[in-house]
């Protein structure tokens, strides 16, 4: 059956604090990896697309990387503002969510 | 990117009733995606909506209770039928576009859905 898992459920940091958001999969092909976030009360947020082991993609403080089994979101000194739902989806011709990440940013 | 409108916001119901979710999209799109995301769970796609042919609906999910029109390649709605209080979720429309080489989805705001 294929899973997309994220972990940890639930993270707290302090400002400036860096750390990753861990996405494992299992798919029997994988054609694209999302990751987005998702505030309180509001649809899901692009971030990025992956589609190969090995590639990168950054946006300000948050770089996505891809390996054949799994992905990180790395967050660099990370802001109060970045406090929100970090979630993963793979596309195996359907596409498939995790439950996602809550990120707590504490000033 | 895409903008996509979606209403209402958020609705509180009574057991029994119906309720249609709107979704507007500032582009002309072939598919348009229903999703629910309850407390605490992933995104789960509900129906994948196609202008001019009947919705296509995922393991679960019927037609009857989810009900959805798809007049024009910028509208859809998605109607909740009969709710109970175990339909209390959020509900997402969404798109898929190729921008850059790049598949992105994009989503409309929610609708947060409560069934008394």
């Known amino acids: 059956e294929d899973q997309v898992t994220q972990s940890p459920e639930a993270l707290r940091l302090q400002e400036g604090e860096s750390s990753s958001l861990n996405c494992s999969y299992t798919?029997?092909?994988?054609?694209?990896l999302f990751w987005y976030r998702q505030d309180p009360g509001k649809g899901p947020e692009f971030l990025f697309t992956?589609?190969?082991a090995g590639e990168e993609k950054e946006k300000e403080r948050l770089k996505a990387t891809l390996t054949k089994k799994e992905s990180f979101l790395h967050i660099t000194a990370p802001k109060p503002e970045d406090s929100a739902t970090y979630l993963c989806?793979?596309?195996?011709?359907?596409?498939?969510f995790g439950k996602g990440t809550r990120l707590h940013i504490l000033p | 990117s895409a903008v996509i409108s979606q209403k209402p916001s958020r609705d509180i119901c009574q057991r029994g009733t119906s309720l249609t979710i709107q979704c507007q999209v500032d582009?002309?799109?072939?598919?348009m995606f229903w999703y629910r995301q309850q407390p605490g769970q992933s995104l789960t796609l509900i129906a994948t909506?196609?202008?001019?042919?009947?919705?296509?609906?995922e393991s679960g999910f019927v037609i009857d209770k989810f009900p959805i029109s798809r007049p024009n390649l910028t509208f859809s709605t998605l109607t909740v039928s009969n709710m109970s209080p175990e339909d209390s979720s959020i509900y997402l429309c969404?798109?898929?576009?190729?921008?850059?080489?790049?598949?992105?989805?994009?989503f409309g705001s929610g609708t947060q859905l409560s069934v008394l």
């Open positions: 989806a793979v596309d195996d011709d359907k596409i498939i």
């Open positions: 798919v029997s092909g994988l054609r694209g």
């Open positions: 909506a196609n202008q001019g042919s009947e919705a296509t609906y």
């Open positions: 969404s798109v898929h576009l190729i921008l850059g080489g790049y598949e992105k989805l994009f």
């Open positions: 992956l589609y190969s």
């Open positions: 582009s002309q799109v072939t598919m």
